[in-house]
Each structure stands twice: as C-alpha cells, then as structure tokens.
C-alpha cells in the first residue's frame, strides 16, 4: 500500500532552510554583534533600571574618607558625610529597522541574515559608544561644551611630557615619555590603579607600533583581538576604535585615557529585537532598538590625549 506524504519533502521548509528569518536567531545575531562591536562601552561603569525614556536615575557619588588614629579610651572618629549624587537622564532611544519582503525572504540564504543582524549590532554599538565618547568634553573641570575647556592634552614640541591643548589643527607625535606623563596625571589625581583603559584611534595605534618598545612581548602577547584590545603598556589596557571622536579638524582625534569609574551607562533597555509582518508591504519589519543614558561620573579620572588623525 502506498504512502502518500505531505508536503513534498524536496519542498519542505525545514529548520535549516526557516532558520534564516526565525526572529529568535535575529535577537541572538544581533545582540551577540552588538557586544563584538561595544569598546568604551565595556570600559565604563553599567547599571541596570527599569522604567521609561524620560527617567532619571540617581547614583550616589561619595567622597573618600581618610584614616584617623585612634587614641586609647577615646571613640572612633566618625567620617563626615559629604556624599553627592550623579543624576543620569534615560534619553537615548535608538532602534535600527529592515523591511524584508517575502520574495527576498524566500529567496534569502543565511548570509544575508548575517549581514542584516551584525549591521544591526555594529550601527546600535556605533552610537552607544559616540555618546560616550562625548563625555570626554566633561573631564576634569570641562563644562561639556568644549575640549579645550577640559583635561585634554597634547605631547609638548619636545616630546618629554605633555601640555594643554588649545585647539589647533596639528599636533605633535606621540612619544612614551608624553604617554608616561599623562598617565602621571592620572596618578596625581589618585584615580585607582585597577580598571584603568587606553582607547586610541587607528591612527595612534600605528605610531604606537612604531614605537620599539611597545611591539615587544610585554606589549602584544599574540592573542587575537578581542573588543579592539590590542595589548597593554604600563598596566593599562590598550584598545583601538575607530569612533574615538574628532577635536576640531578633520586632522585631530582624542584618544581617552579613562577609569571604568570616570563615565557610567545606565541601560534601562538591553538590545531589543521585534518583528511585525507588514500586509501591505508584504513583508516583515524587523527592528532592533535599545534605550540607555549616560554621564559623567568621576570627571577628575578622565583625561584626553589629542592626537593625529
């Protein structure tokens, strides 16, 4: 007796050939490329909250203490309150959307999918860490509206240390002595030893590579690159970005040398991934969007170090 089946299983559409618009893999794909491509994002302080686009969060800022001595017989020194707080507005609501129609879909290899959900995660991890990088405006005593009106530096015409920068179109090259002397400001401001991070542009990361001290063992351990790490110098993390931002001119970059403490990303919504089929299209709407705010939060630990473009 003959066994008729249903559909043909040549025409069948199974797991392999659907996985190519399973929304589920899109959620994945895209959050996974969103993290790949996230670099001051990964170095700074994140809290989690729950709320609307509008919200603020309040994140308490306290002062170091110092010790007393404690004499025989005598209380305890009671350290004086002079806790401030740090209030960051969740009002940044991004999303990044794709209208795939059902002949592309049904004509769609899995290479497709991937191109649509790692743009996705690279556009959103883009933006996150440009508004990070915006901050840097705000360091030291910086009022967030300019660079030269905060700690933003340059490696003086000897090479030996390093100056204000006033906001001219070129500057001088990078030497280890002006990287050592900014990192001696970083230590003069008692910031942390820990968590400390060196974020360049690809340009510094070239005159970095110059340098023959830096290309050693101690520099590149030979490991791949990971969330644009690219080695160590002086116990600080170095890493490389092409969104490190533009000073004045198109012949400038800062490169930041930052605390995890000096910004923080308050994220009240992760990478979100939606789908809605559109009749009238005939086709279906993906969209991935993420809803966060960010601030300065320990200005004095932060310092930029202007640099060629």
């Not at 507005?89 to 999303?95: L, R, T």
């Not at 990070?132 to 340059?154: P, Q, R, V």
């Not at 006033?166 to 820990?194: C, E, H």
């Amino acid at each position: 007796m003959a066994t008729s089946v249903w559909p043909s299983q040549t025409g069948a559409v199974d797991n392999a050939r659907a996985a190519t618009f399973i929304p589920e893999i899109w959620s994945d794909e895209i959050v996974a490329a969103y993290q790949a491509n996230l670099v001051l994002a990964n170095l700074v302080k994140k809290m989690a909250m729950t709320g609307k686009k509008g919200d603020t969060i309040h994140i308490p800022k306290p002062t170091r203490g110092v010790a007393t001595a404690k004499a025989a017989k005598t209380a305890v020194t009671i350290q004086a309150d002079t806790e401030s707080e740090v209030q960051v507005v969740i009002d940044k609501h991004f999303e990044y959307s794709r209208m795939i129609e059902d002949i592309t879909e049904a004509q769609a290899l899995s290479s497709l999918r991937q191109f649509y959900t790692g743009d996705a995660g690279y556009a959103l991890a883009k933006q996150v860490d440009n508004d990070l990088f915006t901050l840097g405006k705000s360091f030291g005593d910086g009022d967030g509206s300019d660079w030269t009106n905060s700690a933003t530096f340059i490696v003086n015409s000897g090479g030996t240390g390093v100056e204000a920068y006033a906001g001219a179109g070129t500057v001088n090259a990078f030497t280890d002595a002006g990287f050592r002397a900014l990192i001696q400001k970083m230590d003069d401001a008692d910031v942390p030893m820990d968590n400390r991070s060196f974020v360049v542009p690809p340009s510094l990361r070239n005159a970095i590579m110059g340098v023959e001290r830096y290309v050693s063992s101690d520099f590149v351990d030979g490991r791949s690159v990971q969330n644009g790490k690219i080695g160590n110098l002086y116990g600080i993390d170095v890493f490389t970005t092409s969104n490190c931002p533009l000073t004045y001119t198109t012949t400038v970059k800062a490169a930041f040398l930052v605390h995890k403490d000096t910004m923080v990303m308050a994220e009240q919504q992760g990478i979100r991934s939606q789908t809605q089929y559109k009749q009238e299209f005939l086709g279906t709407l993906y969209t991935a969007d993420t809803l966060y705010g960010v601030k300065t939060l320990r200005p004095e630990s932060g310092f930029v170090l202007a640099v060629a473009a």
